[in-house]
């Protein structure tokens, strides 16, 4: 009943924000309600504020007591809504597949697969040394294992 409960407030939150997005939800035994959000243009305090409001303030303490845990998904976390990779374009991404591991700036996503480039050296066809060619792999949703943004200095 109270999950229930919070998941019509946040479900409410959420469509009042269309901008933002649930990336994960829980409430554990002591009733600690957990919620990430992600949003298209990022999140800021005042949005984890926004979703806190909307759920708490409709939640009565004496009726049931809980605590409220609103954040952003981390810039290190793994990528796990199709929303959050057209966020992300011409990004460097990490996509570990279920037979590879590949780096590449993220070109493009659609709602089955995104496309990853990036250059590597190649042999030379004719004489020594290498020349450097563009890349290219289209890699379906179903075959992402994980999938993290590559934070550069």
Not at 11 to 34: T, V, Y
Not at 63 to 76: C, K, P
Request: glycine share 4%; proline share 1%.
């Amino acid at each position: 009943m109270f999950k229930s409960k919070v998941e019509n407030l946040l479900d409410n939150a959420l469509l009042e924000r269309s901008d933002l997005f649930l990336i994960d939800f829980s409430i554990q035994g002591d009733n600690h309600i957990k919620v990430v959000i992600d949003g298209d243009q990022g999140v800021s305090v005042e949005d984890c504020m926004f979703v806190s409001r909307a759920i708490e303030h409709n939640l009565d303490r004496e009726e049931e007591d809980f605590s409220l845990e609103v954040m952003s998904a981390g810039a290190t976390s793994p990528l796990v809504n199709k929303r959050q990779y057209k966020k992300n374009m011409s990004r460097e991404l990490k996509v570990k597949t279920t037979s590879e591991v590949i780096e590449g700036v993220l070109v493009n996503a659609t709602e089955n697969e995104i496309t990853l480039e990036w250059k590597a050296k190649e042999p030379k066809l004719v004489g020594k040394g290498k020349v450097v060619v563009k890349k290219q792999a289209n890699i379906a949703f179903q075959d992402i294992v994980e999938a993290k943004v590559m934070i550069k200095f």
